[in-house]
């Protein structure tokens, strides 16, 4: 008999492309089916809150603070090196007003908040807001500053902004490990034997997609909000790596370092005997 589920990810090219072949079919889901909500990732971090998805990806700053409902599957998360969020200003930004001035973040559960919280020591002034607004906000002079994710990595020069942190580089530098941003995370409810198998699934529409890059490319598109076909190729390229397969020793250290850290600074939840899941 089969089990229906409902499985949230987001309208981002890495996420359309590596699962392209769950939700078409070109796999087998191991007596599962799927009912696909597609939203923003903050979106999907709220829906997570009160338990609405049973599979879903999530912000790995919204899994600190779901741990006790959700459990992080090694498959399908966006992680890796020379990927993380970009702080960005009008030029002429005194580096030292960061801490002091409004900040625009994409979703205060989102891990670029947090990895700002940690940057600054939890003295930021965040206000959230949808990520695709940030760059026009900030370049209309509304915020000083913003935090920037996905493919403004690659076009805030496009809006007359220039670069004052790389938070990615900068968690690299501290910690030695991977950026963890998003992973995909199941409802313990649902037992280990789902888990198991939602697990293999989404491992394979990841495999699926390094192997039949192109296939995918319609249904990237239809959800690419008129990005510009380099910039989806750019997204994919640097968000999509073997991490996305599986975490592996690496992903999971810099996933748990994220959480002890978020805890040591109050912007996550300690949880007392956690298990590294």
Known sequence: MTRTLSLGYSTCP???????????GKIDCRGLAFEIRLADVEQLNRYAEVGRLDVTKLSFAAIGHLRERYALLE?????????????????GFDLSRLGRAPIAVPGMRTTAAMLLGLYLSGTAACIPMNFDRIMPAVSRGEYEAGVIIHEGRF???????VQLVDLGRWWEAETGLPIPLGGIAVRRDLGPDIARRVEAAIRDSVAYAFDHPEESSAYVRAHAREM????????????????????????LAAVDALFRRGEAVGLLPAIPGRAED
């Open 75 to 91: 498959s399908g998360a966006a992680l890796g090196r020379g990927c993380g969020p970009l702080v960005v200003a009008k030029p």
């Open 228 to 251: 510009a076909p380099d910039v989806i190729r750019q997204h994919i390229a640097l968000y999509v790596n073997p991490f996305t397969l599986d975490l592996g020793e690496d992903g």
């Open 14 to 24: 890495n996420d359309t492309f590596l699962f392209h072949a769950l939700a078409h």
């Open 155 to 161: 076009t805030f020069q496009d809006y007359g902004l």
